[in-house]
């Protein structure tokens, strides 16, 4: 199947700057999403954290590079992951991304936050990050957007998270999400959810000591 978010030929993402080399579209979008990303810390996106507050934070994070930014991808899409010796997680088919998210914000919107542990925190917490990021709305920009997603979430119901902590340690904070999400219909449930919850237990004892 041709990928229409790509250049024919490439593995270089269609961009508003016509940039056809992808390690310099990596270095271009790094240098303006990063400064999307600080303006975000004083000025949050406003919105119920439903699918369309999350489609507005992936459109304000990516506006500078891609013309589909906070719109859902139309395709299907796979993603190696070497910590899984070359497979993807297994992302939300196209036609059921909005039904997903819907889901995974019920369940988000149930949980008494104020009732809980800074423990049960994270794990609950972790739990509901995983099921969303899974989803993968988006062609590219997902982590960078439900970290925004989800702090914002956090901060709105009274244990705000270190959001240093995840820009710092970036490449573990992917590899930990994978490593919660590898769950398969034929390999079965290969999950090892405690490094997410690790993180984002510092995330909060941080922000928390920090107040």
């Not at 009274?158 to 999400?181: H, I, M, T, W």
């Amino acid at each position: 199947m041709v990928d229409p978010y790509l250049y024919p030929d490439t593995e270089t993402l269609i961009n508003l700057f016509s940039e056809r080399n992808e390690k310099t579209l990596n270095e271009i979008e790094a240098n303006y999403t990063g400064l999307r990303l600080r303006q975000l810390i004083d000025t949050q996106i406003k919105g119920n954290f439903d699918f369309e507050h999350f489609c507005k934070i992936h459109k304000f994070i990516f506006q500078d590079i891609f013309d589909w930014a906070g719109k859902a991808r139309i395709i299907n899409i796979e993603k190696p992951e070497a910590a899984l010796s070359g497979l993807s997680i297994e992302y939300s088919d196209v036609k059921d991304i909005e039904k997903d998210f819907l889901s995974a914000c019920e369940k988000l919107r149930m949980i008494n936050w104020s009732d809980l542990t800074p423990e049960q925190k994270a794990i609950n917490f972790s739990q509901c990050l995983t099921a969303i990021w899974k989803i993968h709305p988006f062609r590219e920009g997902n982590t960078r957007t439900t970290i925004c997603f989800f702090c914002d979430f956090a901060e709105s119901k009274g244990f705000p998270l270190n959001r240093e902590l995840f820009k710092d340690n970036s490449l573990y904070f992917r590899r930990a999400l994978v490593a919660a999400s590898a769950i398969f219909k034929d390999l079965g449930d290969k999950s090892k959810p405690q490094y997410l919850i690790d993180i984002i237990s510092e995330a909060i004892k941080i922000a928390r000591n920090t107040k």
